[in-house]
C-alpha cells in the first residue's frame, strides 16, 4: 500500500486508474492528482473540480 493513498486501498477502483482519470480530464501532475484524490478520499469527480480550481488543470510548458 502507498503511504500517500493508504486510506484509499480498499477502495473498488485501483489508484493508478483513479490517478490515470484524473490526470487525462486535467493534464495535471502525477503528484497533484494524488493529492487531489487523498484531499477529496478518492473521489475522482471532486478531486477534478479541485484541480481546476486550484488552476493546476493545464501545464505550465506547452510542448510543441
Not at 17 to 44: H, Q, S, W
Amino acid at each position: 500500500a502507498n503511504s500517500i493513498l493508504s486510506g484509499l486501498v480498499g477502495s473498488e477502483m485501483c489508484i493508478r486508474d483513479r490517478i490515470k482519470e484524473v490526470r487525462g480530464a486535467t493534464r495535471a501532475g502525477t503528484l497533484d492528482c494524488k493529492d487531489a484524490l487523498k484531499e477529496t478520499n478518492g473521489n475522482t469527480k471532486k478531486a477534478i473540480a479541485l484541480l481546476k480550481k486550484q488552476g493546476k488543470d493545464r501545464p505550465h510548458k506547452v510542448y510543441v
